[in-house]
């Protein structure tokens, strides 16, 4: 095992699709010899070269485009997406093309796609470029989505997505690039809908979502001084949904948090929620609490915005909220 | 007109045209007669654009269309009976009935799929005409689209981004003088869209798209061109549509005499005209219409007599079913 950052992480799948098979290539904005805004990139070029590694104009819509006629006749794009908010700009790409086009051909073609992106606020981005837009794509039947919260995963579940013949979206976490983790030399994938247990507990089950992970279990640090055991489950990828996991927690706990950076509106907590309310209605001791930003567009100034954004106190208030809820 | 195109050439522009006439004012009765659900566009007038263009590619081209697609379909070599059958919605179509019309594809004809999102073809052709290109084949790739689309954004990022590329990618934008209802001069202040490739440093063509000769012979010099490395073109075919933006359409937007005047310039009588001047005997050509009737006849017969789709298989084809990845 070696112990690198969450960058270093992403960058060692990029390498390592892009020696695997010549027809993986990276399109997008200043990844070449600037190395993309996160450094990610970083040393590509000089490796594979301009051919495989491209610059693209600041044309999101011609980056999706250009990736999702490439993956329909053969290459096996990476496409980045800077960050996350500029989906908004391109999303035709995504939602009209990308995840409709094998079944609007009857099966006849696949679409071997994987687009990076970078998610989340703490830096003071401000309103534009901090933003969390899971929920966005979840609610599109066609995509594959993934969420990793730490550096084993990055890794493994974006060499998964290259070698995976549909389109699928990482959400890299801009505050975790610099986090360290172990992953193994050698090389390894992680599948998708397999849901992580980081760690066990009895009391409480906290389902957390990329950066929230690490909020949980400094809240379960906390709690754990107080006596209470939590679980803390990561998704890891939300299309597919390892729910089984999830659920066989609940029965175990009876209490659930479900916590994530998005605003809690419309975000995918309410769909975690409401597959457990439906499925372990019978298990539950206490309403199913949620964890995410208050309803707001993410502000710049960092008071404000650690006013607006959760943390590990967030999830240490739920589960409080959780187990003091007398039925 | 004189033509110097070689015999099968002219023959097959006349071929290609009859049968998009054909198939296009048989579904227009089928749909009246509630055989076609959904919406219908057709390309009934335009038929010398795709006729043209597709004539100058190989069947390994790529090309991609728009939501009045099924001229480019048939341009590319699609079968009438397969065609049919998806516009009916049966399992034997094109797309086993899952997309219609307005999403007819058929990825071995390198027909990328008609789209019914304006502009959004411009865009994905590069993808293709990348895979082109970094897999060191000559192959071209062709995005259809309209005088609406070149409004989009999508439009302008595929030009640019075909031009830093030097991408094989070729842009024929059939200028029907109406985005919908909206005639031309309402939409954008050029008259000849063509004028947009200056801006991407581009050649740009502005061609009469009722002369399939014409269309033809800028189509064979764009291809050339992307071909020998010499990147993307911006064709613009000025053509009109006979029929409404949608069938069911009550176009008050333009006047009776207008779509006369256009009917009189129609590009099949016209082709068939020159080719009788050229000495091509009206027997020949009488036997191709011939042909297509009978073609165009089985058909509808096949689209009546093929299955519905099995509801079970609704939601089929979403993913590709992932085997081990690892």
Redesign the interface.
């Known amino acids: 095992m070696a112990l690198i950052t969450y960058r270093e992480a992403v960058r060692q799948a990029l390498r390592e699709e892009l020696q695997n098979d010549e027809r993986v290539?990276m399109i997008g904005e200043d990844i070449a010899e600037f190395g993309g805004t996160f450094k990610v990139s970083l040393g590509l070029l000089e490796e594979f070269g301009p051919?495989r590694i491209?610059n693209?104009?600041i044309?999101e819509?011609?980056i999706?485009?250009?990736?999702?006629?490439?993956?329909?006749?053969?290459?096996r794009?990476i496409a980045e997406i800077m960050y996350s908010d500029f989906f908004a700009?391109a999303m035709?790409?995504v939602v009209?093309?990308a995840a409709k086009?094998?079944?609007?051909?009857?099966?006849?073609?696949?679409?071997p796609l994987t687009i990076r992106t970078a998610m989340g606020g703490r830096r003071s981005a401000a309103a534009q470029h901090s933003q969390c837009l899971e929920a966005w794509f979840l609610h599109i039947?066609?995509l594959?989505i993934a969420l990793p919260s730490n550096a084993y995963d990055a890794k493994g579940l974006l060499?998964?997505a290259v070698?995976?013949?549909?389109p699928t979206i990482i959400f890299e976490n801009k505050m975790l690039y610099n986090t360290k983790g172990e992953v193994p030399e050698e090389p390894?994938?992680v599948?998708w809908g397999q849901a992580n247990i980081v760690r066990e507990g009895k009391d409480v089950t906290i389902v957390a979502l990329s950066d929230m992970v690490d909020f949980s279990l400094k809240a379960a640090d906390k709690l754990a001084e107080e006596g209470i055991s939590v679980e803390v489950i990561d998704p890891r990828t939300l299309a597919p949904l390892d729910i089984e996991t999830i659920l066989a927690s609940v029965k175990k706990t009876g209490r659930v948090v479900i916590a994530h950076e998005a605003c809690v509106t419309g975000g995918v907590g309410a769909e975690i929620a409401a597959r457990i309310g439906y499925h372990a209605l019978d298990y539950l001791m206490a309403p199913i609490e949620r964890v995410g930003a208050k309803d707001s567009p993410i502000p710049f100034a960092p008071i404000l915005e650690r006013q607006i954004l959760p943390d590990d106190q967030s999830v240490v208030d739920a589960v409080h909220r959780t187990l003091d809820y007398a039925a | 007109m004189a033509t110097d195109l070689a015999r099968d050439t002219a023959l097959q522009l006349y071929t290609t045209m009859r049968r998009i006439r054909s198939f296009e004012l048989a579904v227009v009765e089928l749909f009246a007669r509630g055989k076609i659900p959904g919406f219908l566009h057709t390309y009934v007038g335009e038929e010398a654009v795709a006729a043209g263009v597709c004539t100058a590619l190989r069947p390994d081209d790529?090309i991609?269309s728009t939501h009045r697609g099924h001229g480019h379909l048939i341009a590319k070599g699609g079968r009438l009976d397969l065609m049919m059958a998806e516009l009916f919605g049966r399992s034997t179509?094109?797309?086993?009935?899952?997309?219609g019309s307005m999403?007819i594809?058929?990825?071995?004809l390198g027909m990328?799929?008609a789209?019914a999102?304006v502009g959004?073809g411009?865009?994905?052709?590069?993808?293709?005409?990348?895979?082109?290109q970094?897999?060191g084949t000559d192959r071209v790739?062709v995005a259809f689209f309209g005088d609406g689309a070149s409004n989009t954004?999508?439009f302008h990022?595929?030009l640019?981004?075909a031009s830093?590329?030097n991408l094989p990618s070729i842009f024929v934008c059939e200028n029907n003088g109406y985005a919908e209802s909206t005639p031309q001069h309402q939409h954008q202040k050029i008259a000849n869209i063509a004028q947009r490739a200056a801006g991407y440093d581009i050649p740009g063509v502005t061609v009469d798209g009722n002369d399939v000769a014409a269309v033809y012979r800028a189509a064979v010099e764009a291809v050339a061109r992307a071909r020998a490395g010499g990147g993307p073109t911006l064709l613009e075919a000025r053509t009109y549509r006979w029929r409404g933006h949608y069938e069911g359409d009550p176009q008050m937007y333009r006047p009776r005499e207008e779509i006369e005047a256009w009917e009189k310039k129609c590009p099949i009588e016209r082709w068939r005209t020159t080719l009788l001047a050229q000495g091509v005997p009206s027997a020949v050509l009488d036997d191709i219409d011939e042909h297509i009737r009978q073609e165009l006849e089985q058909a509808v017969a096949f689209a009546e007599e093929s299955p519905l789709p099995d509801p079970a298989d609704a939601r089929?084809?979403?993913?590709?079913p992932?085997s081990e990845?690892?």
């Open positions: 290539i051919r491209r693209t104009p044309s819509t011609a999706l485009g250009a990736a999702v006629g490439a993956a329909a006749t053969g290459l794009p700009v035709d790409q009209n093309q086009m094998r079944y609007m051909f009857g099966g006849k073609i696949s679409l039947p066609g594959k060499k998964t070698r995976d013949p549909n390894y994938f599948p | 790529y991609i179509g094109y797309c086993k009935g899952k997309g999403h594809a058929e990825p071995d990328l799929g789209n999102i959004a411009t865009v994905i052709i590069n993808g293709a005409a990348l895979t082109a970094y897999l790739a954004g999508a990022e595929a640019n981004l830093v590329w089929a084809d979403i993913f590709t992932t990845v690892c």
